[in-house]
């Protein structure tokens, strides 16, 4: 019977394990990966907060819209009735998202409100939601717009 041993034979001038190199070039793809996997940490809780923000600018901009159509225009009516009227304005409100230590973010609402058509009445209500981000790392990101734009029929 024969036996065949899986250990080699070790030679004075040979030693096992890892020089130098090779550790340094391992280390230095371990931090690569490490950095890359963090890198896109950051960059997804960036995008998470801009959508965040956009999210309750889009909101405000709904209600902006959600007002315009609440007031009363019935040209059909005697007296006719335009509590809509064509204008523009401005509203500065605060975005509804969490604060830190009671620093709401503002932003302001420009509605504007045009005729599109006399016969059929015909108005077209625009809400522009202007934003920015929060002030962070010695730079100020924004502004950005947030639009809603619908048309309305009298006593609709």
Not at 5 to 30: C, D, M, Q, Y
């Amino acid at each position: 019977m024969r036996t065949v041993s899986s250990r080699v034979p070790a030679s004075k001038n040979s030693s096992l394990g890892f020089t130098l190199t090779e550790v340094v070039i391992s280390l230095a793809i371990a931090g690569l990966v490490f950095s890359g996997v963090m890198y896109g940490y950051v960059l997804t809780t960036d995008q998470a907060e801009w959508s965040c923000y956009s999210l309750a600018a889009h909101s405000l901009a709904m209600q902006g819209v959600e007002q315009a159509r609440a007031a009363k225009w019935d040209p059909q009516a005697w007296p006719g009735i335009d509590d809509l009227g064509v204008t523009n304005f401005a509203q500065v409100s605060t975005l509804d998202v969490p604060v830190i230590a009671g620093n709401p973010t503002l932003a302001t609402n420009y509605i504007s409100i045009s005729t599109v058509s006399i016969y059929p009445p015909l108005r077209e209500l625009r809400s522009d939601c202007v934003w920015s981000l929060p002030y962070r790392k010695a730079r100020l990101r924004g502004p950005f717009t947030n639009t809603v734009v619908t048309q309305r029929a009298a006593d609709q």
